[in-house]
């Protein structure tokens, strides 16, 4: 790697470091500047003065009791915004409606390079399901949601190969996800059959922009014991209705 010139340290080296530190926060609830260096391989003093940075300008807040840093006011208001800004909030009535026409949990994502990030989790009214928390992240190559993302996108995976395995089911070539992603392309619907977790499938459907662009992706997601083959028509169908709407939703509300 070249060596980083004095403006590049200042300037883009530092906001990169800032970001990496609250991302930090993706995973846990509270943190110390040690365990931040710890994860990111910097000094503590470099953590700290980041943290402390980051505090001043409200996107982090600290427990005077214990020191331990958390996500501030100010990151909360943005993320709220960028939320609405997306058009989540007109469509959460319909990702409710899909929840309750299945049963099963429900989630709108969207992509952040190699993976997925959850933007709204509506969960199931089953007792045993799968749901995942907004804010959580997938790689792009295993969920129904990365798939239709990549299938309907412009930007392909970047991932070396061999992809990281999770399950005997997961795509781990460049080749084998091309084949995957043109079936996708040719159904309109993605499929997620026990490729990240043993025991969870999945059906997921693009939303796009008034251009046309894929925007966000719609997928339900549960137990295997409740997507038989014998019931994928039904969920597939719910699911393409849902984006159909989501779409039209994202166009008519000026989102984006």
Excluded: W
Excluded at 84 to 91: L, S, Y
């Amino acid at each position: 790697m070249p060596e980083l010139t004095g403006e590049r340290r200042s300037g883009t080296q530092s906001v990169d470091r800032a970001m990496a530190v609250l991302r930090c926060f993706e995973k846990a609830e509270q943190l110390t500047p040690t365990a931040v260096a710890t994860q990111l391989g910097l000094t503590v003093s470099t953590a700290h003065r980041i943290m402390r940075a980051l505090h001043t300008a409200d996107m982090l807040a600290q427990d005077p009791a214990t020191e331990r840093y958390f996500l501030g006011p100010t990151t909360a208001i943005l993320g709220r915004l960028a939320l609405e800004r997306m058009g989540t909030t007109v469509m959460h009535p319909v990702l409710t409606a899909l929840r309750d026409r299945t049963g099963e949990a429900v989630s709108l994502g969207t992509r952040i390079g190699d993976e997925v990030a959850v933007l709204v989790q509506i969960p199931s009214t089953h007792p045993l399901r799968y749901d995942q928390e907004p804010g959580a992240r997938n790689p792009i190559h295993v969920c129904a949601m990365g798939k239709t993302l990549l299938a309907f996108g412009t930007e392909p995976a970047t991932m070396p190969e061999p992809f990281q395995r999770h399950t005997p089911n997961t795509i781990t070539t460049h080749a084998e996800l091309a084949d995957e992603l043109a079936r996708i392309r040719s159904r309109g619907h993605a499929l997620n059959n026990e490729e990240r977790l043993v025991g969870v499938r999945a059906v997921a459907a693009p939303v796009h922009d008034q251009t046309g662009h894929v925007i966000a992706s719609v997928v339900v997601q549960g137990p295997t014991v409740r997507f038989g083959d014998d019931r994928m028509d039904d969920l597939i169908g719910a699911v393409t209705d849902a984006a159909r709407e989501l779409s039209a939703l994202y166009r008519t509300s000026g989102g984006g």
